[in-house]
T-cell receptor
Framework: EAQVTQNPRYLITVTGKKLTVTCSQNMNHEYMSWYRQDPGLGLRQIYYSMNVEVTDKGDVPEGYKVSRKEKRNFPLILESPSPNQTSLYFC??????????FGPGTRLTVT | AQKVTQAQTEISVVEKEDVTLDCVYETRDTTYYLFWYKQPPSGELVFLIRRNSFDEQNEISGRYSWNFQKSTSSFNFTITASQVVDSAVYFCALRSDNYGQNFVFGPGTRLSVLP
């Protein structure tokens, strides 16, 4: 089944404790991206990648890191999480000019 | 800069009514792509349609239809004979090749269909 998977689905952590949210797709898509969704602000892009070793900032990259060492994986790293990073996070993938397919979301709470 | 505006924050209709969700976009690029996504209460994001900038044909899929007008930079979405299962947040999005392929989403419109 073609899909985008994210793990974990739910995470509660404390300020400053490094964490990684994994994202994997099995559709051989070149493009992958991360979004956060906050009430009243819609979906905002954090980072995106057009291919292996090619990443670029989206609209809200501060406090996040990404890497794209393999085509199928695009982990999101929070080196020192803060409460303002409490949010619902979505990973997505697509062909370069096509529609994005989204993972199920990761709900992160930073206390 | 790219921007997507969905002026309607929330809409409530009674079942079987028709409803149109508005989307207005801004881009300087000549080649771009427009999308609609649905986010039901369960939270997942479901792709509904993609429209390329060079294809202004309107599209109909069952009770759903989309009206793309480049002259007004609009890509509106109409649900005919709405049903309770249509209750969701709907997002319009824009993707442009000349902006590094990043996606821009509108703020979303929350549609409530009442029985």
């Amino acid at each position: 089944e073609a899909q985008v998977t994210q793990n974990p689905r739910y995470l509660i952590t404390v300020t400053g404790k490094k964490l990684t949210v994994t994202c994997s797709q099995n559709m051989n898509h070149e493009y992958m991206s991360w979004y956060r969704q906050d009430p009243g602000l819609g979906l905002r892009q954090i980072y995106y990648s057009m291919n292996v070793e090619v990443t670029d900032k989206g609209d809200v990259p501060e406090g996040y890191k990404v890497s794209r060492k393999e085509k199928r994986n695009f982990p999101l790293i929070l080196e020192s999480p803060s409460p303002n990073q409490t949010s619902l996070y979505f990973c997505a993938s697509s062909p370069l000019a096509g529609e994005q397919y989204f993972g199920p979301g990761t709900r992160l709470t930073v206390t | 800069a790219q921007k997507v505006t969905q002026a309607q924050t929330e809409i409530s209709v009674v079942e079987k009514e028709d409803v149109t969700l508005d989307c207005v976009y801004e881009t300087r690029d000549t080649t771009y792509y427009l999308f609609w996504y649905k986010q039901p209460p369960s939270g997942e994001l479901v792709f509904l349609i993609r429209r390329n900038s060079f294809d202004e044909q309107n599209e109909i899929s069952g009770r759903y239809s989309w009206n793309f007008q480049k002259s007004t930079s609009s890509f509106n979405f109409t649900i005919t004979a709405s049903q309770v299962v249509d209750s969701a947040v709907y997002f319009c999005a824009l993707r442009s090749d000349n902006y590094g392929q990043n996606f821009v989403f509108g703020p979303g419109t929350r549609l409530s269909v009442l029985p």
